[in-house]
């Protein structure tokens, strides 16, 4: 069956996820959340998508979790597991984000606040529109930074900065997040599409195994000493290697035209 809060389109080896909630700024409600990891599963296992792109219908990215039950689950002045919710909801789709070895573009057409920031964060290129906007909207509602987002942003702009965007909770714009390195590029709102599409091609007729393979590195060196670092590089070049694109990028190279990588 078609997912009920998301559009998903496949073409030309490319993966579009639009959360599809646009009333509601695209807060994350259950359906959703078990949708998009239902979708992410699938997208994984399937051998002819090379890349994802995630983004929002209207004029939000996402609002993040959908607070419109708290009256239902705060009744009676009850204390409901929050961390019980993030491990069933939450846990699984961000690293499932991390896990898949395929590019993956968040697309920001509009604020991405609270958990829909920390989904954002998950991609592993963050492309955004002058109009879009980052929050970490946690403190607000006198909480912590969950799903990820203080293990992204410790490790994108430092202690020192993420602690300012999580106890102030403010709203920096895509340009300001740009130059914290928290977007990789900010365009014109008309000409989002256009760049986005450009960069999904790009990646989705690359090498895939060996993008996978780099994402693999990065994901994991962060926690290693350099020898370990070094070795770890080493043993997922000797798989790249072996590789159908590897050896096309070679003949290319030796008979002077463009590789035709076939994503294996």
Do not use: W
């Amino acid at each position: 069956m078609a997912p009920e809060t998301l559009i998903v389109e496949e073409h030309d080896h490319i993966t579009k996820i639009t959360l599809n909630r646009p009333s509601a700024l695209n807060a994350i409600n259950d359906k959703m959340g078990k949708e998009l990891i239902a979708t992410l599963k699938e997208t994984e296992k399937n051998e002819t998508v090379r890349c994802l792109v995630i983004t929002g219908a209207g004029r939000a990215f996402s609002a993040g979790e959908d607070v419109s039950g708290l009256r239902d689950r705060y009744g009676a002045g009850e204390h409901p597991s929050l961390g019980d919710h993030l491990r069933k909801k939450y846990h699984p789709i961000m690293t499932r984000i991390r896990n898949i070895e395929k590019p993956i573009i968040a697309r920001l057409n509009g604020i991405a606040a609270g958990s829909g920031a920390s989904l954002a964060l998950a991609c592993d290129i963050r492309v955004a529109s002058e109009e879009a906007g980052l929050k970490q909207a946690f403190i607000g509602m006198g909480l912590v930074p969950d799903s990820g987002s203080s293990y992204f942003l410790t490790r994108m702009v430092g202690p020192g900065r993420a602690l300012e965007l999580i106890m102030t909770g403010q709203t920096i714009t895509a340009k300001e997040a740009e130059q914290l390195g928290l977007i990789n590029k900010v365009v014109p709102a008309a000409e989002l599409d256009k760049y986005t599409d450009e960069l999904a091609h790009r990646l989705a007729t690359g090498p895939t195994k060996a993008l996978g393979l780099s994402k693999r590195i990065v994901n994991r060196v962060s926690s290693l000493e350099l020898p370990e670092a070094l070795e770890y590089e080493a043993y997922n070049q000797d798989i790249a290697g072996r590789t159908s694109d590897h050896l096309e990028a070679v003949k290319s190279f030796l008979e002077k035209r463009q590789p035709k990588f076939s994503g294996k």
